[in-house]
């Protein structure tokens, strides 16, 4: 089969990648356990999971950066688990300051072409053009220092880029920029990602950056994928209780379970599969899945509201637990003060239920 590789002339030549059964040991560590995933071609997979469950090592292993002490890694139907590093073609990113500091951004971005034998000019060009497509054509000139971490990190990507390779792979590489910047940067790699066609590996423990970017989530845990999935899936139907309690704000609400469905503050709401489904159960219903109405009457009372822009969290204490409860808009909010008793519902949306 035809891999063309990708670059910013030509859009949509992703390749597929496959992780087949993969392990890992470090010593006693046992890193990678069995770990399997298809990405398809031109496809952003983000790998969520918490620190040390694995990510980085899957990461390495597809960049020829360290081995795989079992199973197989396939790009474009070819398999190169054991394939050096300098033949695979890869573009790596890691987490930040891995320019060269003594080259100017544009010679930064040059220096995977010089390595391949691309001779001055066409090198210049290319690496001024891939400095263009992420928006720091007018900073050629500078170094590293000179340059704000969001755009060293832009620097990285454009030097990562520059090479064509067949695959991006990249490292938690927004994780030591401050939250806004990081916002930023992440909407600018996954357009520059969709409009090159890459196919693109992205680890992150950021659950936020996972949901937001990829076009499925893997999430990992201990070296395994619980699960991989497009991001609302992910966060509707979790199949695992990893994934409902890692993925997403939730509480944990005590009910009764059966038939399919769990009785929660007075409301019977369905249960996903996969988890506790009869007696004494934890529902875990999400905060934007439970309603406050303002009541004289009400069992229940607010502990404190937190405005988020377009929406806003209450604090709302029960007669034996604290939950939270999200709503969309200020207007919501009105009636929802420190001490206000209210009522509370939960919607009929699926739930994961744990033992109790
Ligand atoms: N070179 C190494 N030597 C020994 N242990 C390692 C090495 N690299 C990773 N590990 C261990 O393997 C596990 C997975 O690490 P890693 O892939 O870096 O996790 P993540 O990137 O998800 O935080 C951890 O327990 C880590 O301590
Ligand atoms: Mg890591």
């Known amino acids: 089969m035809t891999t063309a590789s990708p670059s910013p002339e030509t859009t949509g030549h992703g390749v597929a990648v496959v992780f087949e059964d993969m392990h890992r040991w470090y010593g006693p560590v046992h890193a990678l356990q069995g770990l399997s995933i298809d990405i398809a071609p031109g496809e952003l997979v ?21 081995v795989v002490d079992q199973g197989r890694i396939l790009v474009g139907g070819k398999d190169i688990t054991n394939l050096p590093a300098n033949k695979r073609n890869m573009g790596i990113v890691f987490q930040a300051y891995s320019l060269f500091p003594n080259m100017t951004a ?40 000179q340059m704000s971490g969001g755009q060293q990190q832009r620097v990285a990507l454009a030097r990562a880029l520059a090479i064509e390779p067949s695959v991006l792979l990249l490292d938690e590489p927004l994780s030591a920029l401050d939250a806004k910047v990081r916002r930023q940067l992440r909407e600018e790699i996954r357009r520059i990602q969709i409009m090159v066609g890459i196919t693109t590996l992205f680890v992150t423990h950021d659950q936020e950056e996972a ?12 070296g395994r994928l619980e699960q991989i999935a497009a991001p609302a899936e992910l966060y509707d139907r979790p199949k695992t209780r990893f994934v409902a309690e890692f993925v997403g704000l939730t509480n944990r609400i005590p009910g009764v379970a059966g038939n399919g469905a769990v009785e929660v503050l007075g409301a019977r709401v369905p249960l996903l599969p996969g988890g506790a489904d009869r007696g004494r159960v934890g529902a875990l219903v999400r905060p934007e899945n439970i309603q406050l109405k303002p009541a004289e009457t009400g069992s229940a009372h607010v502990l404190a509201v937190s405005f988020l822009g377009s929406l806003c969290r209450a604090q709302v204490a029960l007669s034996d637990q604290t939950i939270v409860v999200a709503q969309m808009g200020a207007a919501e909010s009105v009636g929802l003060y420190p001490g206000a008793k209210v009522d509370v519902g939960v919607m009929p949306a699926p739930v994961f239920a744990v033992a109790d």
């Open 46 to 66: 983000a790998l969520l999971g918490p620190s040390g469950c694995g990510k980085t090592t899957a990461l390495r292993a597809l960049g020829g950066l360290d």
């Open 106 to 145: 544009l010679d930064n971005v040059a220096y995977g072409l010089r390595l391949r034998g691309m001779d001055a000019s066409t090198r210049k060009k290319k690496a001024q053009d891939t400095l263009d497509l992420v928006g720091l054509g007018d900073q050629a000139r500078k170094y590293p220092h």
């Open 211 to 222: 949901l937001a970017m990829g076009d499925r989530v893997g999430v990992m845990s201990a």
